[in-house]
C-alpha cells in the first residue's frame, strides 16, 4: 500500500499558491512587488495552478499529486525531486524544465 501523504512538507493553501503567481507574474514583467516563486519542499497536493505562466520557478522537493497545472507554461522552472503523481499536465510547456 502506497501512502501519498507528506506530513513534514509544510501545506501551501490555495489563496498563498494564487497570491505567489500574482507575485511571480509582477517579477517575469519587471513590475514592482514582483518575486521569484520557490517553494522548496511544499506540500501543493490537489491546488490549481489555473494556467499561470511560472517560468524560472522552483519547486524542488515538493509534493505536487493531483495539481492541476493543465495550460501552464513551466520554462525552465525546477521540479527536481517532486511528485506529480496524478498530476495534469495536458497542454503545460515545460520547455528546458528540470
Known amino acids: ?5 507528506t506530513p513534514d512538507l509544510a501545506r501551501v493553501s490555495q489563496q498563498e499558491l ?3 503567481i500574482r507575485k ?3 517579477f517575469n514583467i519587471g513590475k514592482q512587488g514582483g518575486a521569484r516563486l520557490v517553494l522548496k519542499f ?3 497536493s490537489r491546488l490549481h495552478f489555473r494556467g499561470a505562466d511560472l ?3 522552483d519547486f524542488t522537493g515538493s509534493n505536487l499529486t493531483s495539481c ?6 513551466f ?9 506529480l503523481l ?3 499536465l495536458e497542454y503545460a510547456v515545460f520547455t528546458r524544465a528540470d
Open 1 to 5: 500500500m502506497s501512502d501519498l501523504s
Open 18 to 20: 494564487d497570491d505567489l
Open 24 to 26: 511571480h507574474l509582477f
Open 42 to 44: 511544499r506540500d501543493l
Open 55 to 57: 517560468s524560472g520557478a
Open 68 to 73: 492541476h497545472l493543465a495550460e501552464g507554461k
Open 75 to 83: 520554462n525552465g522552472t525546477v521540479f527536481y525531486g517532486c511528485n
Open 86 to 88: 496524478h498530476a495534469n
